[in-house]
């Protein structure tokens, strides 16, 4: 039977050869050739918790009496009595949200940073817009073409490898659109391409070129952009099935457990990851948001076990690791009536790694006061996304143009990154 990578060889590169073949057949032949050992990266994570979450849940400023004027059903404290129910203190003039309790240990390590009061700086309360802007980098500004993780790759100005640029999601990211080669899957162990007709390749080979090609354009030829047939032969050296995650890690039973386990797969594997996507659903809490036993409080305690399972299984690795999350925008200062918060503007995120500034509270935030809330309802924006990214593209990728990464941006990086 023919093989792919015979077919790439022979026929795609015979014609680049002879200059008949087009551009993509180019790339196609070029991405055939057997890869180089990869040594170890540096790679950045990302999750994105999309429908927004509350900051001000997660992460509660410890001012108890506003709080509770204008969350009377929400409000939380960080005292005693309060027993399972109460916040951590973080010592910051903030509490974290029992629902994070596995990230604890890595505030108290130091590991863990939290940056509030942060977001976009344009003022749309669109899910839709709002993502698209903080995925493509360009607040304000629709149809940009790439996203800001694809840029990142293309900065990096390293050898292209099918798994460079990897989204456990079930469709490709906004933030990984672009020129750049990413792939997109859900789950490793059933990733492979069947060509149309594929039965009958042997076949078409028999009819020569223009048979297979007219088989294969459909899959082979538009999907060269993502490499992915090579990631199959190099998946196929590694025992996806059977991973076992190392140092006792446990990860939940759940789409988010599942992508954060297959990314730290690929790390441990050396296939060359720089940049890894995740995402975690479920953070517009109109009704019924709860405290400790509410949607909340279940989405948090996913993304902190998460979180914890794969610092905790990538052991010796973690040095290589950067995570950070982020949300398109925060919740109103204020709780609605249907026990929930509406649609506001700057939220918090969290960062971790080894060379993290952690145990601190980064960025400016506010007190609750309504005349310091933006359009007297939210929690403002006091740091632009850009400059927290930028920060980590930066001092942990080694990226040093700003201006590419995030366009029309002259802001200065938040330091939250020890040197």
């Known amino acids: 039977m023919l093989t792919r990578r015979v077919f790439l060889k022979s026929g795609g590169l015979a014609l680049v050869t002879i200059g008949a073949g087009p551009s993509f057949l180019e790339r196609a032949a070029l991405a055939a050739a057997a890869p180089a050992p990869l040594r170890r990266r540096k790679v950045l994570v990302t999750i994105f918790q999309r429908g927004a979450m509350d900051g001000m849940m997660a992460v509660t ?32 003039g ?86 750049e080669p990413a792939v997109a899957v859900t789950n490793l162990a059933d990733f492979r391409v069947r060509l149309p007709g594929a039965d009958q390749v042997a076949a078409a080979a028999g009819q020569g070129f223009e048979a297979l090609y007219e088989r294969t354009s459909q899959s082979l030829l538009r999907n060269t952009g993502t490499e992915t047939f090579e990631a199959i032969d190099m998946l196929s050296a590694t025992d996806v099935a059977h991973y076992q995650p190392a140092n006792g890690a446990v990860y939940p039973k759940s789409p988010l457990g599942d992508a954060m386990r297959q990314i730290a797969l690929l790390i441990k594997s050396d296939v060359g990851l720089e940049v890894a996507f995740a995402e975690s659903g479920g953070w517009d809490t109109h009704v019924q948001q709860g405290t400790v036993n509410g949607t909340f409080f279940r989405r948090a ?44 503007h700057g939220s918090c995120l969290f960062v ?3 060379h993290v500034d952690g145990g601190k509270v980064h960025g400016q935030l506010p007190t609750l ?51």
């Open 61 to 92: 400023p410890l001012d108890e009496a506003t709080l509770r004027q204008l969350r009377p059903r929400l409000a939380m404290s960080a005292a005693r009595v309060a027993g399972a129910d109460a916040l951590a203190d973080l010592g910051a």
């Open 301 to 344: 305690q996913d993304l902190g076990q998460s979180i914890n399972a794969f610092w905790t299984d990538l052991g010796d690795r973690q040095d290589d690791v950067l995570l950070t999350t982020m949300t398109e925008f925060g919740r109103t200062a204020r709780e609605n009536g249907s026990g929930g918060t509406d649609h506001g």
């Open 352 to 354: 971790l790694g080894n």
């Open 94 to 179: 903030c509490g974290l949200h029992p629902g994070f309790a596995a990230l604890l240990p890595f505030w108290q390590e130091r590991r863990l940073a939290i940056v509030h009061a942060v977001g976009s700086p344009d003022p749309t309360r669109s899910h839709f817009d709002a993502q698209d802007y903080m995925e493509t980098g360009t607040p304000g500004r629709k149809g940009t073409p790439s996203g800001w993780l694809n840029r990142a790759v293309g900065l990096l100005g390293h050898d292209r490898t099918p798994f460079r640029a990897v989204a456990m999601t079930p469709s490709m990211p906004r933030s990984l659109y672009g020129e």
């Open 369 to 419: 006061h309504p005349d310091a809330l933006y359009e007297g309802r939210d929690l403002p924006v006091t740091t632009d996304f850009r400059a927290v990214f930028c920060e980590l593209a930066g001092r942990h990728l080694g990226i040093k143009n700003d201006a590419a990464l995030f366009p029309d941006w002259t802001g200065r990086r938040l330091p939250i990154l020890r040197a």
